[in-house]
């Protein structure tokens, strides 16, 4: 983790490094279990050529859960001779992966919170909120001062939540500041 004076709280920062030109950023998405964060991975890697991508890593289970992380390298772009890189990870969202997830989230700079809209999922949204904030909290770190977006997916389902209530579910006020996209 990034260090920060003592006694303040950790923002996120880009490792920067001058001498080998590259700019690293770390992307986490989270949210409930089977809600379609390795699914997003997976489709991200499926659209970038070979050579903006690295291989997409998943420990997963025989039932496809993910137990530990999903990692995907990506080698974005140049701005000023300088190679963008973005790690993009997935942590679980079961609550018994939480020294997991708190791994993975050391050093991130942004998050992707991934809803899933089915109506049965609702309190599992709900409790995936929560861990993450706790997760966060954990290392000295806020969704009030990291940057994130909200995926509102599965939206192609029967029986999806109005945006709105997912959104009240997981805290957040109509027409807030984080940015959020259905898929």
């Known amino acids: 983790m990034r260090s920060a004076p003592r006694g303040a709280t950790p923002t996120?920062?880009?490792?920067?490094?001058?001498t080998s030109r590259d700019v690293q950023f770390k992307v986490v998405y989270c949210g409930p279990?089977?809600?379609g964060k390795t699914s997003n991975l997976l489709y991200v890697h499926s659209r970038l050529g070979p050579d903006r991508r690295g291989d997409l890593c998943s420990l997963a289970t025989r039932a496809d859960r993910t137990i530990f992380f999903d990692f995907l390298p990506v080698n974005a772009?140049?701005?000023?001779?300088?190679?963008?890189r973005f790690q993009l990870y997935t942590v679980p969202g079961q609550a018994c992966f939480s020294d997991s997830r708190s791994m993975v989230f050391r050093g991130v700079d942004g998050i992707v919170f991934?809803?899933?809209?089915?109506s049965e999922r609702r309190q599992a949204n709900a409790d995936a909120m929560g861990m993450v904030r706790a997760d966060l909290g954990g290392l000295g770190l806020s969704l009030d001062t990291l940057p994130w977006v909200l995926q509102y997916n599965k939206r192609d389902l029967p029986g999806i939540m109005p945006r709105e209530v997912i959104a009240r579910d997981l805290g957040l006020r109509e027409g807030g500041t984080v940015p959020r996209f259905e898929v």
Not at 78 to 83: F, L, V
Not at 114 to 118: E, G, H, K, W
């Open 12 to 18: 996120p920062m880009a490792v920067v490094n001058h």
């Open 77 to 84: 772009m140049e701005i000023n001779g300088y190679k963008v």
């Open 33 to 35: 279990g089977m809600g």
């Open 114 to 118: 991934v809803a899933d809209s089915r």
